[in-house]
């Protein structure tokens, strides 16, 4: 499986500092107020806890998330945050699914067409990519070997793959996912990232990747692009 694109590696061998821009505040906050709505507590909410911990890597201030807390619960007025889940495609007919948090489906809708217009995509409507992915956990270890007994330990707790061929990165089903981890963590061992991501069944190789990568960056850029998962094989 590959559920990480060159792209990701790219920003990581970037340094923290240009990780942290490209990551803003507004999108981290967009996030952990949509997670909120099932709960304040990250003790009892699981996805809130994941986007509290997702915005603590880029260091988000506390106050920031207090509030988007906050915000997601009803406690804090402000504009209603909406999620969204868009498909289109990219370059080279390459298949996309965008997680979108935002304040306003219209601009955003105009926006996000602009963005694959402009790098030679188009955006479609719904089940014209999805199927071509599946829902995964994915945890990403900040590790770059990993020994056999731990992976067999990781399996043991539903892990369904490991892949150690470009770093560490565990598959797990969505319904283990939080168990899983919660062994990772057992296990003392570093994590960069873990979240559910689409990871695509089958990867197509681009024509020209550059042309991908700018599609990637300016979708990065973007505060209401949450997350975005694609079958190019980098």
Do not use: C
Request: net charge negative.
């Amino acid at each position: 499986m590959s559920g990480h694109s060159k792209w990701s590696k790219i920003k990581r061998k970037k340094g923290a500092s240009d990780a942290k821009k490209s990551a803003s505040f507004t999108k981290l906050a967009n996030i952990i107020s949509v997670a909120a709505r099932n709960g304040g507590d990250p003790e009892m909410n699981f996805k809130l806890r994941m986007a509290i911990d997702l915005a603590k890597t880029f260091s988000l201030p506390k106050e920031n998330i207090d509030r988007a807390i906050k915000k997601g619960t009803g406690e804090l007025a402000g504009n209603q945050i909406e999620e969204i889940i868009y498909e289109g495609f990219g370059p080279d007919g390459i298949a996309l699914i965008l997680e979108i948090v935002t304040d306003n489906k219209n601009r955003t809708s105009a926006d996000v067409r602009h963005i694959l217009a402009k790098h030679g995509g188009n955006l479609g409507g719904p089940g014209t990519t999805m199927w071509m992915f599946s829902q995964k956990g994915v945890i990403t270890l900040d590790l770059d070997k990993l020994s056999e007994n731990l992976q067999l330990e990781l399996i043991d707790a539903g892990a369904e793959d490991i892949n150690i061929t470009d770093g560490i990165t565990i598959y797990t089903s969505v319904e283990v996912f939080e168990t899983v981890k919660k062994k990772v963590e057992e296990l003392n061992l570093s994590i960069l990232e873990s979240n559910f991501e689409y990871v695509a069944k089958d990867l197509v190789k681009p024509t020209k990747e550059e042309n991908l990568l700018k599609l990637f960056e300016a979708l990065d850029e973007s505060d209401d692009v949450a997350n975005f998962y694609s079958n190019a094989d980098l």
